[in-house]
């Protein structure tokens, strides 16, 4: 049998419902999974339909069940299902858990009384036999001639039908009296609430399925298997199609959960206007953009759901690979080249609010092959296109989009609730314009043309990147991962993101999939110090504004939360988005981040060493400047006291971290500097406090039985963070007990390229892969202890784990040689940049 005997109607179906987070696939016996034969004894399923339902049931979140009229043990050693799969026998009466009823007394007399009534009935009469279950006795009739079988279905119909306390079930050439009550449907809603499906699918093809397909409601799928009225919407001949269905159930639910072959996370380019960003893939196909900021929800979010939760893809009509990608030197403009065909995208920079716009021009001799699938918020919304003469209108939406495309011919077609355009182009040598355009529906053409907006998109960069004093080692790749980190930063608001994207996985198929398209104090004071070093301050400046606005909204600086969103505001509660697979299957996807609530004391370090580096490029400490420096003292007057979740946001019990007791003493003592320097009236407070976490972190820190300092008050776990303990000036480079933590650190956490961040159990499930950040101190731990080829060495490893186009995420894996984690991560460049700036100054 071929592939037309699903329909199309019946493909698409299956295909929505295998997106579902949970699914319940169930099915029928006799007639569904085995042919009808004439010894029942012999009913044997085809051997297609139970690989399927093995491959189902070994899925995640989706369980597999055969819920038949057949006794349960009689169904297990006849149908030999592996134990995935569950069995549900006598109707809905017999789980494989146990017997759903205990049967009462009365309950025992009346099945006995059954059967005896019901063997007197048959006896002697050809073709009829019966069916002893537990709870009941089935009647069949279907080898019997129509004269008896009319005979003793209607003696079975007014005699024992009819007594107190019998439920009926009536099948093909069947009928079945039970001391319980016994249902299919009930049985498929206690599966369903069970294992808490979100979705079912159930296949049948007797009368007493009907009664399951009369329970499917909202996105369920009923499959009629044969002739006949039935409550499905759906239907298929026989058991073998039933075998096709299945095997394509298979197929779609394996690609939404573990996604197509994903794309390595460092081979993402990101587009920027300094308002906005959006992932390419190699193959220029748009898989990750938010509107109408980078902490929206997702236009696009292929990168975690695959092609159902939206995708902007231009490709050679016969599909040919790629050549390269590449930036155009010094900008976020990104080229993919085929043979015969190139794509340029950037992002237009623009003044208004709440707009983004993508130009994607196409050139070449190649026809090329466009396709537009838009999915807002993250596909929680449905939207239609409507071709318009100069391109498509998306309705729907809570903001206009249009997409400028004139004289593209465009083909919509839809998958039962998403549309997706089509066109295909022929640029023969000229270049074709696609304007996506979020904000706005306006699809007339701009005032200004787009060959102007295309400089002006280069030139805003190249000349930032022109004011820069770049380090000779490693020149192109730092211009690089300064493009990205002023990439993060949101011209606006002043606010830099962590990342551009969320819950790309710390570990494939793990759960360390967090959100990172926040402002966190921590990572953007360090991400603004380092474009300060390469002789950038504006965005400092910018950042700093955001900052005296967030701490207007508090108490007090100490009450300040570890992130906040890019306007300013608190984050909204963590949430899950069940719907989206994941990027290589690693669920779940998280928006928001829980780590706004937690306690995190070492953020006012950081944000006070951007002051000092600040007033040190300025050669002035400005007023506001000042003032900012007095709330993180106080910050750290109050609580430093206090344990805290620290740097690495553990979602366990708060300690007296080292690292975050070693940025409240930066605080304090970057403070005391800048007061002397810049001749500022110093706190009396802050310099007695100095001295006392300073020595409180050097006995309490250190663990004589290790030999060095440890995460924690009291601990035997080491972290890379402590390495600060020296970084930061506390502890001499020198000093024998900062060179001691070094080589225990070095000894325990880093694996070849990489460094781990620690190695214990930190309550949550999994593992995670080395961060680059981490890497970056050690590199410069070996350079403070004099060990500069190490620290040559391993600089060169964190280079070469850079995607083709210099972008880094956050975390290496040595082991699977992959990266992982969000992405272009800001912690990963601002070390990389740091390791260049130092090894240059020694070289």
Not at 274 to 279: F, N, Y
Request: hydrophobic content about 40%.
């Amino acid at each position: 049998m071929t592939a037309d005997a699903l329909t199309i109607e019946l493909r698409r179906a299956l295909a929505r419902l295998a997106r579902t987070p949970r699914l319940l696939v169930a099915c029928d016996y006799d007639g569904t999974l085995a042919p009808i034969v004439a010894d029942p004894k012999r009913a044997a399923p085809i051997p297609e339909s139970v690989t399927a339902l093995r491959s189902l049931a070994a899925m995640p979140a989706t369980t597999t069940a055969v819920i038949s009229g057949r006794a349960l043990r009689d169904l297990a050693v006849l149908s030999r299902l592996p134990a995935e799969v569950h069995l549900v026998g006598s109707h809905g009466s017999e789980f494989d858990v146990g017997f759903v009823h205990d049967l009462t007394p009365a309950q025992k007399e009346l099945h006995e009384t059954l059967r005896i009534e019901l063997e007197a009935l048959v006896d002697g009469r050809p073709g009829v036999h019966l069916e002893a279950k537990p709870a009941g006795i089935a009647v069949h009739v279907r080898w019997a001639s129509a004269e008896v079988a009319q005979e003793i279905l209607a003696a079975v119909i007014d005699g024992p039908r009819r007594w107190a306390g019998v439920t009926t079930t009536e099948g093909k050439g069947m009928i079945e009296l039970s001391a319980v009550p016994s249902d299919k449907g009930a049985a498929l809603d206690a599966l369903r609430h069970q294992v808490g499906a979100t979705a079912a699918v159930f296949l049948g093809d007797d009368l007493t399925d009907e009664r399951a397909f009369a329970r499917l409601t909202g996105p369920d799928v009923g499959i009629k298997v044969g002739d006949g009225h039935s409550a499905a919407a759906n239907r298929i001949q026989d058991t073998t199609a039933v075998a096709m269905a299945l095997a394509f159930l298979v197929e779609e639910r394996k690609l939404w959960l573990f996604g197509e072959d994903a794309v390595p996370i460092e081979r993402l380019s990101m587009l920027s206007n300094g308002q906005s960003v959006a992932l390419l893939t190699p193959d220029a196909r748009v898989t990750w953009m938010c509107h109408p900021e980078p902490d929206s929800a997702a236009v696009f979010a292929d990168l975690l759901g695959g092609p159902p939760a939206g995708y902007f893809s231009i490709r050679p009509e016969r599909n040919g690979r790629p050549l390269g990608q590449r930036y155009l030197p010094g900008t976020m403009t990104v080229e993919t080249r085929w043979s015969q065909l190139l794509v340029t995208d950037y992002l237009v920079h623009l003044d208004e609010v709440n707009r983004t716009d993508l130009i994607r021009a196409v050139s070449g001799r190649s026809r090329a092959v466009v396709e537009f699938a838009p999915r807002p918020e993250f596909g929680q919304v449905r939207v239609r296109l409507e071709r318009v003469p100069d391109g498509l209108r998306v309705l729907g939406t809570s903001d206009p989009w249009v997409l400028r495309a004139p004289g593209v011919d465009w083909d919509i077609t839809t998958d039962g609730m998403f549309p997706t355009a089509r066109a295909v182009l022929e640029p023969d040598g000229g270049e074709i314009l696609l304007e996506l355009r979020c904000g706005t529906d306006d699809l007339g053409p701009s005032v200004i043309e787009e060959p102007e907006r295309r400089r002006r998109a280069s030139v805003w960069w190249s000349q930032w990147l022109a004011t820069l004093r770049l380090p000779g080692v490693q020149r192109e790749l730092v211009a690089r991962s300064a493009l990205t980190l002023r990439a993060l930063c949101h011209s606006e608001t002043g606010a830099i993101l962590a990342a551009a994207t969320t819950s790309l996985p710390e570990e494939i198929g793990g759960v360390r999939n967090w959100d990172y398209r926040f402002c966190w104090l921590r990572d953007a004071a360090m991400t603004a110090r380092t474009l300060v070093a390469l002789g950038s301050t504006g965005e400092a400046d910018a950042f700093l504004c955001w900052l005296h606005g967030v701490l207007e909204t508090v108490s007090g600086p100490e009450r300040l939360h570890p992130l906040y969103t890019i306007r300013g505001s608190t984050l909204g509660p963590e949430a899950v988005i069940d719907t989206l697979p994941g990027y290589a299957g690693s669920r779940p996807v998280r928006i928001s981040n829980a780590a706004n609530q937690q306690v995190q004391l070492d953020v006012f370090g950081p944000v006070v060493e951007l002051v000092v580096d600040l007033a040190e490029r300025r050669g002035e400490l400005t007023d506001p400047d000042w003032r900012m420096v007095q709330a993180m003292a106080e910050a750290v007057l109050r609580r430093w006291h206090e344990p805290d979740n620290g740097i690495w946001e553990e979602r366990g019990r708060p300690r007296h971290q080292v690292y975050s007791k070693v940025m409240c003493w930066v605080t304090l003592d970057r403070a005391v500097r800048l007061a002397a320097r810049y001749a500022r009236r110093a706190d009396p407070a802050w310099a007695p406090l100095r001295e006392q976490i300073a020595a409180e972190v050097l006995d309490r820190g250190w663990n004589a039985e290790l030999g060095c300092f440890t995460t924690a008050y009291g601990g035997t776990d080491l972290d890379a963070a402590t390495l600060h303990i020296g970084l930061s000036g506390l502890l001499a480079p020198d000093d024998e007990r900062f060179q001691a933590t070094v080589t225990a650190i070095e000894a325990e956490l880093r694996s070849g390229s990489t460094v781990y961040r620690y190695n214990r159990d930190d309550a949550l499930p999994g593992g995670e892969g080395g961060f680059h950040l981490c890497a970056s101190w050690l590199v410069e731990a070996y350079l403070g202890c004099g060990r500069r080829t190490e620290a040559e060495e391993l600089f060169q490893q964190i280079v070469d784990a850079a995607g083709p186009t210099g972008l880094l995420p956050e975390e290496y894996d040595p082991i699977t040689e992959r990266s992982l984690g969000n992405h272009p991560q800001a912690y990963s460049h601002l070390g990389l940049i740091r390791c260049a700036i130092l090894l240059d100054a020694v070289s």
